[in-house]
C-alpha cells in the first residue's frame, strides 16, 4: 500500500489536477492508496478545494490533516505521516512540477534493487527541467554541484522533493534531520548516506508551475547555503 504525502500552501487551482492525475495513474496501474492533503491554512481555499476532493474520490482514498498555519515542509511531513498506513510513502510536490506518471517507474526500480528510498532525478540519463529561466537552472545546479562537491552524498539530484521511501526509513530518517525548507531535502540523503540506506535514482522531467507563484526566494538560497555548510561541517 502507497501512501502519498501531499504538503499544500495556496495550491487550490493544482490540487484537483494533481489528485485526479493520481488517483488515474494508481488505478491504471492497480497500485492500492491513500493521498494525505497537509494543508497549511492556505488563505486561498485550498482547504476547501481538499474537502471537496474527500467527497468525490471517498475519504479512504482522499485524507485531508490540515494545520492551522505554516509551520514547514518537514513537519508537514512527519504530520502526515502519523496518519500514513501504508509500508511506502512517497512525497511530491502538488503544484504539478512533479508527475504522477513517474511513480510506477519507482515501485519498479524499488522492487529491482530492494532500495530503501528511491530518488526522482533532474540530472540523470533522460532526467530535465522545464519552464525555469536560466537563473533559476543556474540556481539549482550550482546549488547541486555544490552539494555533490562538498557533501559527496552518492546521490545525483539532492534538492528534488520527488521521492519514495520505505516508511520506517522515513520515520528513522525524519527523527535525525534537523533542517527547515529546501535544506530538508539534501539532509535527508545526506543522513540516509550516513545509516547505510540503500537510494535507488529515477529519472524524471521537472515541469515548473503552471498556476500560484515558487516559493523559492532569496531567504531561501541563504538558509540552504547555511544549511549545506552545517551539514558539511556536521557529517
Not at 50 to 71: C, M, N, V, W
Not at 95 to 120: A, C, M, T, Y
Not at 181 to 190: A, L, N, T
Amino acid at each position: 500500500r502507497l501512501s502519498v504525502l501531499l504538503p499544500t500552501y495556496n495550491e487550490r487551482d493544482n490540487l484537483p489536477l494533481v489528485v485526479w492525475l493520481l488517483v488515474r495513474t494508481f488505478r491504471d496501474s492497480g497500485i492500492d492508496f491513500e493521498i494525505i492533503i497537509i494543508d497549511d491554512g492556505s488563505p486561498d481555499g485550498t482547504q476547501e478545494v481538499a474537502e471537496q476532493l474527500e467527497k468525490i474520490y471517498g475519504s479512504d482514498k482522499i485524507l485531508l490533516r490540515p494545520r492551522a498555519r505554516k509551520l514547514g515542509l518537514g513537519t508537514a511531513y512527519i504530520h502526515g505521516m502519523k496518519h500514513a498506513t501504508g509500508n511506502f510513502i512517497v512525497i511530491m510536490d502538488a503544484d504539478l512540477s512533479h508527475h504522477p506518471k513517474f511513480i510506477p517507474e519507482f515501485i519498479r526500480k524499488q522492487k529491482e534493487g530492494n532500495f530503501d528510498i528511491v530518488s526522482g532525478t533532474r540530472y540523470k540519463g533522460n532526467g530535465g527541467v522545464y519552464g525555469w529561466d536560466l537563473k533559476r537552472k543556474l540556481i539549482s545546479r550550482g546549488a547541486n554541484f555544490l552539494t555533490q562537491v562538498l557533501l559527496r552524498p552518492g546521490a545525483s539530484d539532492l534538492t528534488g522533493s520527488f521521492r519514495l521511501y520505505r516508511k520506517e526509513v522515513l520515520q528513522k530518517l525524519m527523527e535525525k534531520c534537523v533542517s527547515k525548507g529546501y535544506v530538508f531535502q539534501m539532509e535527508m540523503i545526506v543522513r540516509a548516506r550516513q545509516l547505510g540506506y540503500t537510494i535507488g535514482e529515477v529519472p524524471i522531467s521537472f515541469v515548473d508551475r503552471v498556476y500560484g507563484e515558487s516559493k523559492l526566494g532569496g531567504n531561501e538560497i541563504v538558509s540552504f547555503l547555511k544549511g549545506l555548510l552545517t551539514l558539511f561541517a556536521t557529517t
